[in-house]
Nanobody, 120 residues
Framework: VQLQASGGGLVQAGGSLRLSCVAS????????MGWYRQAPGKQRELVAF???????RYAESVKGRFTISRDNAKNTVWLQMNSLKPEDTAVYYC???????????????WGQGTLVTVSS
């Protein structure tokens, strides 16, 4: 199983970026999918999470600016980031809670991370 994240880059404050993450390989079912971020010198934190049914939750710091969405058929999750701020600068990681076959428990899989840099 592999999670491939993309879409990071350099953007000015107030700008937008859209991150994508695709889960591929031997996958039986994908439960929750989410985005986390880790800024230099800080712990990794949850940014947004969405269940297979589409229920989403967000960190307080991004509510109203970021939107998470997913396509269950494509095992893909997106994070639309608007009104970006310098404090959003971080490496963004996607995570999927998935099972590889019907006999296995679901577990967490992480993508490789994509860097988002917001200049002031």
């Amino acid at each position: 199983v592999q999670l491939q994240a993309s879409g990071g880059g350099l953007v000015q404050a107030g700008g937008s970026l859209r991150l994508s993450c695709v889960a591929s390989g031997n996958i039986y079912i994908v439960n929750g999918m989410g985005w986390y971020r880790q800024a230099p010198g800080k712990q990794r934190e949850l940014v947004a999470f969405v269940t297979s049914g589409g229920s989403a939750r967000y960190a307080e710091s991004v509510k109203g600016r970021f939107t998470i969405s997913r396509d269950n058929a494509k095992n893909t999750v997106w994070l639309q980031m608007n009104s970006l701020k310098p404090e959003d600068t971080a490496v963004y990681y996607c995570k999927a809670d998935l099972a590889r076959d019907r006999f296995s428990w679901a577990s967490d899989y992480w993508g490789q991370g994509t860097l988002v840099t917001v200049s002031s």
